[in-house]
Every structure is written in C-alpha cells, then in structure tokens.
C-alpha cells in the first residue's frame, strides 16, 4: 500500500513538472504567422514585439527618405533634400522634364551610384511619414483615406513583397562608392514581423 502512494506521487510530480516545463515553453512563443501550408496558428519565435521590430524598419531613413511630409524628396544618410531641385510632381514621380525615372532605372547603377527599383518616386502625400511617430504613421498605414484603400491583407503584401520597399535591403552604393546604410532589423524577420503583426489583429499600441 506504501509502496502504491509512493508510485502515484511519482507520476502526479512528473505531470507537474512536464505541465509547467510546457507552459514555460509556450509563453516564449507569444507571436504567431499563418501559413499557406497550415492556416492555423504556426509558431514563430521572434526578438520582441513584432510592432516594434517592424517599426524600426519603417522610422528608418531608406523608408521615411520616400515618405516626405512636402513635395521635395529627401536622401542620403542624413536625409538632405535631393539634389538638383527635384519636385513631387503631380503624380508622385517628378515634374514633366525632371521625372524620377530620367537618372533612376529599375535597379541601382552600380557606376554612378544612383538608387533603382521598380516604380521609383515618392509616396502620395496622404502617407508622409516624415515626423510622425511610429503609432501615428501605424494608423496612417491602416487608413483606407490614406493608403489608397488597401486592406489589412493588401498592405501586408505591399509592406512584404513589393519591390521599392524590398529595395531597402539592397540600397547598393552611393554617388562616393560608401555603401548605403540598411535598415536595423534584416529582411526575413522583418517580414516575420509584419505578418505575425497583422495575423495577431495588427494592434496599434498607445504612445
């Protein structure tokens, strides 16, 4: 009989400890992404929160320098108004005469260190980001008045999959040969970031 109470106990802290091992484990997964291969729930690990990991890349100058709150461009690490005189246009991509595709083609000029990519110019002024804080432009983002109507799902493949914004990873060279600086946050866990954000109702925190 001794010998009986002894076993159960054995087997009731086991369970103990097994329960407790298991939920120790799963608070470190807080953040989770859906995926093609399994629409539930996949867990992610990732450094911190996904707000702030994404947020440094979109308060980073290579995404801010195209997101000007006036109709001048802005450039270089320092984020100097561009050079030349350059103007927002009617169209987001230059003046007649002066457009951004006259010295920026689809990729980087490796000669003359000119940036390049797909639909180079600048973002509609509704979504200047210039200024704002990361919760300001957060619920700029989420604007159907201001992001040209996209939905939660849109701007997620926008933010992750096109190209101008890719292209701040690959910024190539500047006109003296330096190469340019990269966002804080690498690109895999950025885009982990922004889906884990969004899967998780894309919460906008308060100030």
Not at 40 to 56: C, L
Not at 95 to 122: D, F, M, R, T
Not at 154 to 167: A, F, N, P, R
């Amino acid at each position: 009989m001794q010998n009986r109470k002894i076993i159960i106990f054995l087997i009731f802290l086991s369970c103990f400890v097994a329960s407790f091992a298991f939920n120790d484990s799963a608070s470190n997964l807080s953040y989770f992404e859906k995926s093609e291969s399994n629409p539930e729930s996949v867990a992610i690990q990732i450094e911190g929160d996904p707000f702030t990991t994404m947020m440094k890349v979109l308060t980073h100058k290579r995404c801010v320098n195209c997101h000007p709150a006036g109709d001048r461009p802005r450039q270089g690490e320092d984020s100097h108004i561009h050079y030349f005189g350059v103007q927002r246009g009617a169209d987001d991509h230059g003046v007649p005469g002066l457009k951004c595709k006259s010295c920026h083609g689809e990729e980087n000029n490796i000669y003359s260190g000119v940036p390049g990519a797909p639909e180079w110019g600048l973002a509609p002024l509704k979504m200047a980001w210039e200024g704002l804080s990361r919760v300001e432009i957060a619920k700029s983002m989420l604007n159907p008045k201001n992001n040209n109507g996209r939905t939660l799902e849109e701007t997620v493949k926008h933010l992750t999959e096109h190209e101008l914004v890719l292209w701040a990873w690959e910024p190539g060279i500047d006109v003296n040969g330096n190469q340019r600086e990269l966002p804080p946050i690498g690109k895999e866990e950025y885009i982990k970031a922004v889906k884990n954000w969004a899967a998780n109702g894309a919460v906008i925190p308060e100030e």
